[in-house]
């Protein structure tokens, strides 16, 4: 069996997190692969999820070079170059003792394993999710020129998610090493829950509750609507900062209050999504857009920011809306543009025959293995 070493930045359970997992599920299920998987030392429940997919599991400290949206001064930098270089020195230890045929990061977040695997002359693979700068607000603390060349140099092939994030990288990885592939999104697809018939358009958005995910906007929409003498309810889903959330309440009139809820992370998604008659994605920019794509696995309609990675997913007037991005009023429009159930059910038909079609588990994995075995067959070379 062939050894290899996937290495993940997060025990989290978040969307490039999901796509770890599913990435290790689909290496597992050939039984063509003997599997190590790499986690950060934090708590979460990632690595309990892929302890079913693995040969073993190593916990390493594996600093970012990112910061989280502050720059930092000179002397942190320093002081984080010197984190990253002694963790790079362990995952060198790791790949040695492993001597895995291939290595896989999963993020753009982690140098050290492409570091180590360039050293160690093992062929490196770089999935990468997300842009950092324009969906999180973070910034490469080495420069932005400079960590995406290193990461085209550092890597046999790089596999972007999206054709938005491929676009982003064309400049600094050669052409013949960089490769998109859209991951597949499994969610546990369930009939959509029965309502009693309301005229309430219940509407939820999901992820985590920040200025970057657009909640915010969300709710200005939902006030707009509110103003024009719309039923509706809004259900935020995520993880969130209780001084954050109370600063999203107080910006709802005491009326409106009782029609939005917020409801902390939960593993079982799948439940809100059944109940809601529309789903919105409000970031300021998506590398792809797992919230999209399973909402159209579940039948709804999505109305989405017109930025990023929305505009390969959604079409106006099929399978959801675009709306421009910052602007409430517009997105208040989309939403009443899908006030009809009858709109809103062959959306919903038009968008899971879309995602089903393009994000299959089984097309990604013999993508996938194809390109694996490529590079193996060119190391045995």
């Not at 892929?50 to 070079?65: F, G």
């Not at 753009?108 to 062929?123: E, G």
Request: hydrophobic share 40%; proline share 2%; with cysteine.
């Amino acid at each position: 069996m062939k050894k290899i070493l996937l290495v993940s930045h997060s025990n989290y359970l978040g969307g490039a997190e999901l796509c770890f997992y599913e990435t290790l599920k689909v290496l597992h299920d050939t039984g063509e692969y003997d599997i190590t998987a790499v986690f950060p030392k934090q708590k979460g429940q990632l690595k309990e999820k892929c302890n079913l997919y693995c040969r073993s599991t190593y916990d390493l400290y594996l600093p970012t070079w990112m910061d989280s949206g502050q720059r930092l001064s000179f002397v942190e930098k320093c002081q984080r170059l010197i984190q990253i270089v002694n963790s790079t020195i362990k995952a060198l230890k790791l790949i040695k003792f492993i001597n895995p045929e291939l290595v896989i990061t999963n993020t753009s977040l982690i140098p050290q394993f492409a570091f180590a695997s360039k050293i160690h002359t093992a062929k490196h693979i770089w999935f990468i999710h997300e842009l950092v700068d324009e969906d999180f607000g973070y910034h490469f603390i080495y420069g932005k020129w400079l960590s995406r060349k290193l990461t085209g140099c550092l890597s046999d092939k790089v596999i972007t998610n999206s054709k938005f994030v491929n676009s982003r990288y064309e400049s600094f990885v050669k052409h013949e090493k960089l490769v998109m592939l859209y991951q597949p999104v499994e969610i546990k697809v369930e009939q959509k829950d029965v309502m009693s018939e309301s005229n309430i358009l219940e509407l939820l958005i999901v992820g985590k509750v920040s200025e970057y995910k657009g909640q915010r906007e969300a709710i200005l929409a939902c006030m707009e609507l509110f103003r024009r003498g719309i039923q509706f309810h809004l259900v935020v889903l995520g993880i969130a900062g209780r001084d954050y959330i109370e600063e999203l309440s107080q910006l709802l009139p005491e009326e409106v209050r009782t029609c939005v809820e917020f409801i902390d992370f939960t593993n079982n998604p799948a439940y809100y999504y059944r109940r809601a008659d529309i789903v919105l994605v409000c970031s300021r920019c998506e590398a792809l857009g797992r919230i999209t794509i399973e909402a159209m696995k579940i039948g709804l309609p999505v109305v989405a920011s017109d930025k990023g990675g929305n505009l390969e997913l959604v079409q106006n007037g099929v399978n959801g809306y675009l709306y421009k991005q910052g602007d409430p009023v517009d997105l208040a429009d989309k939403i009443m543009l899908l006030e009809s159930s009858l709109t809103r059910d062959q959306f919903g038909r038009n968008g899971k025959k879309f995602a089903d079609e393009n994000f299959s588990l089984i097309e990604f994995g013999q993508k996938f293995e194809n390109l694996i075995q490529l590079e193996v067959t060119k190391n045995k070379l």
